[in-house]
């Protein structure tokens, strides 16, 4: 499936000053296919993050790419970038084990807070596919306390911790 770089930012589109440059238009402009050109795509995208670090979308893609990849350790590295960036725009601890339900209000999470829920639910998954079950479990287990509504889905990879957690 290709798509522009730009698509990443549907939920919440760059503003005036991100788009600012030409260079940064440009590069907004750009396809990828990470499919068909696996390569370009992580080299467009790790481009995006060193003209837009500040957007936390294009670590996410890209965390995601590796994930699906295997590349379980550049995947982990980059969901650590997130969860502590998201922490400090939305002004809490970005050490997960340190928050509680009273933190911040969790809920209808908008954001930082909905990009940092939703990396944890990603740690969970590349913990999981990594072999990790221990850390997998834990912060997945976090995340449903801090998410009981399950705004970002984390039940599902919780679920899939917790079957083989008792297999094991």
Known sequence: MTMLIRDLFSDAPLSAEDR???????L???????QQDWQRAESLLKSAIRKLPQRLEIKIALYKMYAYANRFDASRQL????????AEQAGFDPD?????????????????????????????????????????????????????????GGSVVYDMAQSLVEEA
């Open 28 to 34: 907004l402009r750009e396809p990828i296919n990470i």
């Open 96 to 152: 997960w084990r340190q928050l509680t339900s009273a933190t911040i209000d969790w809920r209808s999470p908008q954001g930082a807070v909905r990009l940092y829920l939703y990396s944890l639910k990603a740690l969970g998954f590349v913990s999981l596919r990594a072999g990790n079950l221990h850390l997998a479990h834990e912060v997945l287990t976090t995340l449903l306390a801090l998410d009981p509504a399950d705004e970002v």
């Open 20 to 26: 600012a440059s030409l260079d940064i238009q440009r």
């Open 79 to 86: 969901i650590y970038q997130v969860l502590e960036q998201a």
